[in-house]
């Protein structure tokens, strides 16, 4: 019955910002790690933010000091601040949980940044 869901995605102008959300449907024991993925037409899916359970963050470098990722306070939450949106940025973004064992992840959520 785990289920992931992500939500906050859009369009967005050049410049612009995007805050998205991952929300379990249930309580989820023994988390690892938690990230944001995403995949743009013709390219593979790659890491965009991760973030330990001990707090450690990764980004790619090319959002790298424009992207944010948090975890909620006590909910299995996950969320990922986007400023400085570039049209590069555009693609199907999921969330994923990691957990002992195993991962989930979410269904997807659009973003497009476009003037």
């Known amino acids: 019955q785990v289920q992931l869901v992500e939500s906050g995605g859009g369009l967005v102008q050049p410049g612009g910002s995007l805050r998205l959300s991952c929300a379990a449907s249930?309580?989820?024991?023994?988390?690892?790690?938690m990230g944001w993925y995403r995949q743009a037409p013709g390219k593979e899916r790659e890491l965009v933010a991760s973030i330990t359970r001990s707090g450690r963050t990764n980004y790619v470098r090319a959002v790298e000091g424009r992207f944010t990722i948090s975890r909620g306070n006590a909910e299995n939450t996950l969320y990922l601040q986007m400023n400085s949106l570039k049209p590069e940025d555009t693609g199907v973004y999921y969330c994923?949980?990691?957990?002992?064992?195993?991962?989930?992840w979410g269904q997807g959520t659009q973003v497009t940044v476009s003037s």
């Open positions: 994923r949980i990691d957990v002992i064992g195993g991962s989930f």
């Open positions: 249930g309580s989820i024991f023994s988390i690892t790690a």
